[in-house]
């Protein structure tokens, strides 16, 4: 993604949705403080942290949530603390463990929205 799109992007995602959502000034990172959730989560919001690798246009960004959220009182295997960055747990975050087949060609929204889809249909 290129960081033109990425701001264009960001901009209507502040615009239609969340108008509290925040990006960086290097526009590698987007914030959305409160994701609503469904009650299987131990809490009713999260936030949703986006991390954009600009140097492999292959790679799709990187999902965060909250350390401490749970599915029916338990750790999901797909909020994997073994496969997020030391420095991303020590700051309170957990990586969202997906997997997208192919090269990734997708924008911002549509990451946002995968991630979002992904949070809803967890079940483990």
Known sequence: MRK?????????IKKKVWPEAIISNTYD????????LPPKFNLSYTP??????YYNDYLP??????RKLRIYGRKSSH???????LYMLEKG??????KIIGKWQGGLKNFVLMALK??????D
Not at 48 to 53: P, S, T
Not at 61 to 66: I, L
Not at 79 to 85: D, S, V
Not at 118 to 123: D, H, I, Q, S, T
């Open 118 to 123: 992904f949070l809803e249909g967890l079940e």
């Open 79 to 85: 909020l994997a603390e073994e496969l997020t960055e």
């Open 29 to 36: 990172m987007l914030l959305i403080p409160r994701v609503p």
């Open 4 to 12: 033109e799109q990425v701001y264009n992007e960001y901009l209507e």
């Open 48 to 53: 949703l942290l986006i991390v954009i690798d």
């Open 93 to 98: 975050w957990v990586k969202l463990c997906y």
């Open 61 to 66: 960004p990187s999902a965060y949530v909250t």
